[in-house]
């Protein structure tokens, strides 16, 4: 504001003089016209503003689907390990709960439980189709046969671990199940046709997978059913795997994620025909239910589901054998965190001379793996061992 106008206007206290009254009207008048130019100015920039703003909700509303369609993806290939960890973790807590549920909350019905995690998996990715969050190809015929045979292999050796509780009921199958890493690249030589790493880099893998078996060996017995079960289910994860990962060349995580579901949903169901655990689950429920178990049903599902959106992460941007090696991994790490927390949630016997050198065999070979991060030994382009 000019203040000359107002010592033209009032030079004195008092009335003011006739040329003060036309110099005040003008005054008036300039300064109506500098508030109606200033308003116009105001709304201009406001309409800017708006129009500014709903640009950007505009652009962000046409990106929102690559966003969150690719957050997961950049999360897990992010970092030094990035989809092995989320799937080394989500794991571990799922195999855990599935313990505590199954042994400590008398929860026994693994079809039930596998039958909600795939359920939870559909719905979740059949809701981010419908409102547009994630761009998933449709169920089909030729994608269900393509995915036909892994989503088997993989449905029942899960099936089979549930029902060995990883070792509870049968005391060696997850020592025996250790191995799996060999048959992998065993089955990558058969299927794929690549060559068989050096014999520096299959002693580290040995090394790996023996440790492992040795952690979770608690009580040697020659009890034939959990050789036999723990065989198969090394044998059938391993073809599952080499097999997910050639389809992985055509196909994104999700799409992995969603077809195999499908076909899983589809087994599982036909196995509770013969089983029939959705009824004796649900009067559990009715009759047995208490907030323990709801509380800790709901973070095995969610772990569950973690597990498997991990799990084709990890057959994507790492490989097969990564995967493997990680199983292993976790699998000799569980054991000494389920003892520190509750032995009786585990096994009833403590940990000895024989688990503490496995884990530490496991930790070595891991480590001089992943120091030795070859290009040509875990066959492609990862994040996990550049390989």
Known sequence: MNFAYLTDA?????????????????????VDSDTQRSQQASFQLLANALQGVHLETAVDSDNLTFKIENFASSF?????????????????????????????LFFDFPIF????????????????????????????LEGGREMFLPSFLHTFASYISMNAIEGASMPMFASVKCFCPIAVILFSNFISRRPIPSYSFL???????????????FEFMWERWSYLFGLAALTMNAASFVQLENLALNYSPLDLLYVNSFNELIFLLVADFFEDELRGAIMFFFASAS?????????????GVLTHLTLF????????????????????????????FS?????????GISNIIGILMVLAASAALIYRNSSQQ????????KC
């Open 113 to 140: 439980i596998s039958i909600t995690q795939v359920a939870a998996i559909l719905i979740v990715l059949e809701l981010t189709r419908f409102f547009k969050i994630l761009q998933i190809q449709s169920y089909t």
């Open 291 to 303: 907030v323990t178990l709801i509380v800790t049903f709901f973070f095995l599902i969610v772990f």
């Open 76 to 104: 897990l290939r992010k970092g030094s390990f990035g989809s092995v960890i989320a799937y080394g973790v989500s794991s571990l807590f799922a195999s855990l709960l599935r313990r505590i549920v199954t042994m400590k």
């Open 10 to 30: 009032y030079p004195y206290l008092g009335c003011p003089s006739e040329s003060a009254k036309s110099n005040t009207e003008r005054y008036d008048h300039r």
């Open 203 to 217: 002693l580290l893998v040995f090394i790996l997978c023996v440790g492992s078996s040795l952690t979770n060996i």
């Open 343 to 351: 032995v009786y949630v585990y096994y009833d016997i403590i940990p």
């Open 313 to 340: 992460y990890c057959i994507v941007y790492a490989n097969s054998l990564t995967l493997s090696l990680t199983a292993d991994v976790r699998s000799a790490i569980q054991v000494f965190i389920a003892y520190f």
């Open 378 to 385: 875990l066959y492609k382009t990862s994040t996990v061992f």
